[in-house]
């Protein structure tokens, strides 16, 4: 057998520390913003960043923190966390990630199944740790990220952040890690379950940041001004803090202030030109600019993703406002980033009603990622904008197994995500839904989000989510449930109305109802378990009286698995 012959190249790991060394020798002088919850805006640069993220990691290893051992963080985005995270993972500590959003209970068992040494929070969260502390015994410190002055008051003992770092001298060389050892953990949010705990390595997180930075993905550099809106406890800011750093960006952190119009004066304070959010905060923001009549003179771009992003965003984001929104698609297990709707030279060429179409997509792949869709039988399904199958993916920052659980996820090495999508000839994917969302009127699907979607394009409407509702006949029909923008009104038979041409007569919501806000999960996606569990009761009018049900020619009308509204 002949011997493969090697490469003669060096074998330098791919730390996550090597990022913020990287920024910091070369790129030393950019800014880091950070509006803070003491009240005001703190700048500094990469340089004392890393200074102090030494710091950090010298106070640790004091504290008898040991590589492998992880370190909680329940804190908005600011310059504190960022430098916890570069400070616990710079050696071999992991930083754990935690949403504060989420329920007390859920918290406790996330830190105890984490085994978290140590919790550093933002004062905001004090009262929070009071709760949790009880539950969590295993815990040997909580460090609160201010300064002395700034201690809350808190029934936990509790150490002040600064004091910790005041300590040290930043002195300190980041040891050359094994690649492959654990750099970062997030929890699922835990819509379904307990939350699952995703445990990145310094090599998947490098390689998922360099992908992020790509031109065909955020396409962030040095000329950038980024400002993350998702949160550092949201599956990393998809991957923003590792690779602002990786192309010399200039960050932004908006801290705990995610309102229309703080984040428009932040934005325009420090020449935000790229930004990334959820569908959400960007109804805030948009709400914000129209009624002030403001325009954005900075931002060029903004990642849209986490859930599915309506295209009457998209439209206003670019027609009034000349700013490119990005439909994006990922998910914890992914670190998050998985596609972008980005369209190639070619693409461009086409009419603009193909542009658009394709954009609304969750989008292409970005390197480092490949996916297929395949039927019930696990079969792959073409590629024809059609055919709709679960979602695998694969690649090296995809999910191999969950932290502490020995079975699989994996079927045949593919990841499957738990949606469902079609991919087209473009390569463009697009989320019908989530498997579990899925509405089954008779023996066909239909989308939920492209129910919403047409449901947010009515002026009179500020949110939609549409579920699945109990049905004598069809087992399920659709049900929408809708906030009214303010001020505005519309009907019930009129919303129904705006669906006539737009997607077959089957799938149709058989009922609206209005309420005054919806149910979101700790990650800003509508909360549709809740909600399922809300309208369980709900009779539809077309379930009241089966025999005369419309929908029996409604079904007729539509026969097969119709395609969404292309
Ligand atoms: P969870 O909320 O389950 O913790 P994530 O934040 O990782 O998890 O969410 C991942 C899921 O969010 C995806 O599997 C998908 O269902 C949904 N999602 C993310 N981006 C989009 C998008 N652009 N369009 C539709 N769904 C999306």
């Known amino acids: 057998m002949t011997t493969p012959l090697h490469g003669q190249m060096m074998d330098v790991p791919l730390t996550v520390s090597s990022l913020l060394a990287h920024a910091s020798r070369y790129f030393g002088a950019t800014e880091i913003v950070s509006k803070r919850i003491e009240g005001d805006v703190h700048r500094y640069t990469y340089r004392d960043c890393e200074k102090r993220a030494k710091q950090l990691a010298q106070a640790l290893i004091a504290l008898g923190v040991e590589p492998g051992d992880r370190i909680g963080t329940l804190a908005w985005n600011g310059y504190r966390h960022l430098e916890t995270y570069y400070g616990t993972t710079g050696f071999g500590a992991v930083c754990h990630t935690i949403n504060p959003r989420l329920f007390p209970d859920q918290i406790a068992y996330i830190v105890n199944h984490a085994d978290d040494s140590y919790v550093l929070f933002d004062i905001t969260f004090a009262s929070l740790v009071d709760v949790l502390a009880p539950q969590c015994p295993n815990v040997r410190g909580w460090i609160a990220m201010t300064d002395d002055m700034h201690m809350p008051p808190m029934s936990t003992a509790a150490s002040s952040y600064e004091a910790l770092l005041a300590k040290h001298d930043g002195n300190f060389d980041w040891p050359l890690l094994d690649e492959r050892s654990a750099s970062n953990l997030c929890y699922t949010s835990g819509t379904t379950g307990n939350p699952k705990g995703v445990l990145y390595s ?16 955020m396409g962030l550099s040095a000329r950038d001004s980024v400002l993350p809106v998702v949160p550092m406890f949201h599956v990393n800011a998809w991957g923003i803090p590792h690779a602002a750093p ?52 900075s931002l060029e771009r903004t990642v849209i993703g986490g859930s599915a992003c309506p295209p009457a965003m998209l439209r206003m984001f670019k027609e009034d406002y000349g700013v490119e929104a990005i439909h994006g698609w990922g998910m914890t297990e992914m670190s998050p980033l998985g596609t972008l709707a980005r369209l190639n030279w070619e693409q461009t ?62 079927a045949d090495g593919w990841f499957p995500t738990g949606d469902v999508a079609t991919i087209d000839r473009d390569g463009f994917m697009r989320i019908t839904d989530r498997s579990k969302d899925l509405i089954k009127s008779g023996c066909e699907w239909i989308s939920s989000i492209d129910i919403e979607n047409i449901a947010i394009a009515h002026p009179a409407v500020a949110e939609a989510a549409c579920i699945a509702c109990a049905h004598p006949l069809w087992v399920e029909r659709p049900l929408l449930v809708v906030v009214k923008r ?3 009104d519309v009907t019930r038979e009129e919303l129904l109305a705006f669906y006539e041409g737009k997607v077959a007569k089957w799938w149709i919501p058989d009922d609206a109802v209005f309420v005054d806000q919806l149910l979101h999960t700790a990650t800003g996606k509508l909360h549709k378990l809740k909600l399922r569990e809300q309208f369980r009761d709900h009779v539809l009018p077309s379930a009241r009286d089966v025999e005369n049900c419309p929908l029996t020619d409604r079904m007729t009308a539509g026969s097969g698995p119709t395609p969404a509204p292309e």
Do not use: N
């Open 246 to 297: 990786l192309t010399g960006a200039k960050l932004v952190f908006p801290g705990k202030d995610l309102d229309g119009k703080s984040l428009y004066a932040l934005m325009e304070a420090e020449r935000v030109t790229c930004s990334a959010g959820v569908p959400t905060v960007w109804l805030g923001l948009l709400s914000y600019v129209r009624e002030a009549g403001v325009r954005f003179s």
């Open 202 to 217: 310094h090599r998947s997180t490098v390689l998922h940041a360099l992908g992020a930075s790509l031109p065909g993905a």
């Open 349 to 410: 060429q086409r009419s603009p009603d193909e542009q658009r179409r394709l954009l609304e997509k969750q989008g292409h792949v970005v390197y480092g990622v490949d996916m297929k869709i395949v039927g019930a039988d696990g079969q792959e399904l073409p590629w024809d904008g059609v055919a709709f199958g679960d979602l695998h993916v694969r690649g090296p920052w995809v999910i191999d197994r969950y932290f502490r659980k020995d079975d699989s996820p994996l």
């Open 486 to 488: 303010a001020g505005l």
